[in-house]
């Protein structure tokens, strides 16, 4: 089902690299998010943004980066200053602000060795 | 910072049987209330939601029940079947900053 795509499904990267996750939405939707995800630790925003051109820092943006120069569209980079950056990393998107069902990604497993 | 409590973290009913997981929540200002479903490989799912302005919601098989006073609101899950195994997270919308904080997820596991 289409809606917001994620690519890569894995990725491997070497510890010291940066590491860009890709976005994409298809759905009109202003406002989209980057979580991440751990065993038992549920979902933690890591940037999230509402509107083009702006974004603002989630829980745990250290380490991260991101753009937002197209509606549809909100890399994440991972950064080497990223402490533990191995993790499954879920892109979403709203209709509206975060008072409005969000709409995930498949996800992307980044595996950092 | 504003904070979700999810309790059980792993919850195991017969098939058939009702199945209720519990959250509070820390800002009394929060006033949405979303619950997602994430099968095993699969995307998180909105399944059901609700706002401050009413007590319970359902649908279907699910309902969700939120106590303001107490800062607490509930998934119940009536006639559980093998399909509705999966983690659930419940969230919360913070007044202050405007962001959805979730719990850590419950693992629900359906037995036949």
């Known amino acids: 089902d289409g809606g917001i795509t994620q690519s890569p499904k894995y990725l491997f990267r070497k510890e010291g690299q940066n590491v860009t996750l890709s976005c994409e939405q298809n759905l009109n939707h202003d406002a989209m998010y980057w979580y991440r995800q751990d065993p038992g630790q549920g979902l933690r925003l890591i940037y999230y943004?509402?509107?083009?051109?702006?974004?603002q820092k989630g829980d745990i943006a250290e380490g991260y980066s991101v753009s937002r120069e197209k509606k549809e569209s909100f890399p994440l980079t991972v950064t080497s200053a990223q402490k533990n950056p191995t993790a499954f990393y879920l892109c979403?998107?709203?209709?509206?602000?975060?008072?409005?069902?969000?709409?995930f990604g498949n996800g992307t497993r980044l595996t950092v060795t | 910072g504003e904070n979700v409590e999810q309790h059980p973290s792993t919850l195991s009913v017969q098939e058939g049987d009702s199945a209720v997981i519990k959250c509070t929540y820390s800002?009394?200002?929060?006033?949405?209330f979303p619950w997602y479903k994430q099968e095993l490989g699969k995307r998180p799912q909105l399944i059901i939601d609700i706002r401050s302005n009413v007590g319970e919601k359902k649908d279907q098989r699910i309902a969700v029940t939120l106590n303001k006073t107490a800062k607490h609101f509930s998934l119940h899950i009536t006639e559980t079947q093998p399909e509705d195994s999966a983690v659930y997270f419940c969230?919360?919308?913070?007044?202050?900053?405007?962001?959805?904080?979730f719990g850590k997820g419950t693992r629900l596991h359906i037995l036949p």
């Open positions: 800002d009394s200002a929060s006033n949405y």
């Open positions: 979403a998107s709203s209709i509206g602000g975060p008072n409005s069902p969000l709409h």
């Open positions: 969230a919360a919308l913070t007044e202050r900053d405007d962001k959805i904080i």
């Open positions: 943004s509402q509107i083009v051109n702006d974004f």
